[in-house]
């Protein structure tokens, strides 16, 4: 579905990430982790087009993104409620003459039903905790209706127990769905039994891990090895 090939990333024409060779699949749960500054968001604006590349060819084919990205860029005093997020982020990626004869509601509905967040879909988005805040971002990113999921450190910010609980909610959508999950976080824990891959950004270059470079460890964000 989306192909890297000697891809160079940065800003300013001076590189952050560089030599990235990367395939994904259209049903491939791929985890991103590496300590700050490593270039891991970067390669996930790079996925998603938010970023063109220095070198290299990124092709992403016809795939739609919906793009989550770190919850600290989100002005929380928006006045806006749960499903009004939602539905700004469904219309943004639409034509402006769909949003006015196509009745979404329903559609807004589930999206919020199916990230687990239908219970507070009136409550202000700034009243809600930091994990009710994710979900509806996982939902507002869903409502576009994409092929892949993008999420920038969805789990940054709550407590252990709803890191996990967003975790398990993200896999019930990659498999159901069959529907792409890539997403770039500083621990790997929650993800251990839920993603396909995982790769490691660090000093501007990307490797892929395995089983063994954990080495049993569950509770390190970083390999082992």
Known sequence: MISLKNVALG?????VIEGVNLELAADDFLVIGGPNGGGKSTLLRGIAGLLEPLAGTINR????????????????ALPLTAIEMVELG???????????????????????????????????????????????????ALASSPDCLLLDEPTAGV??????????????????SARSVVLVTHDFAPFRDIARRFVWVQDGRLRELSAGDFHGRQDSPEPTC
């Open 11 to 15: 800003y300013g024409g001076v590189a």
């Open 61 to 76: 084919g016809r795939t739609r993104f919906g793009y989550v990205p770190q919850q600290a860029s989100i002005e929380p």
């Open 90 to 140: 469904a219309s943004a990626s639409k034509p402006w003459w769909k949003t006015l004869i196509t009745p979404r509601a329903s559609f807004h509905q589930q999206a919020l039903r199916d990230c687990q967040a239908e219970d507070f879909a009136g409550k202000p988005f700034h009243a809600l905790s930091g994990g009710q805040r994710q979900r509806v971002l996982l939902a507002r």
């Open 159 to 176: 407590d252990r127990p709803t890191q996990h609980s967003l975790a398990s909610v993200l896999g019930d959508l990659h498999r159901l």
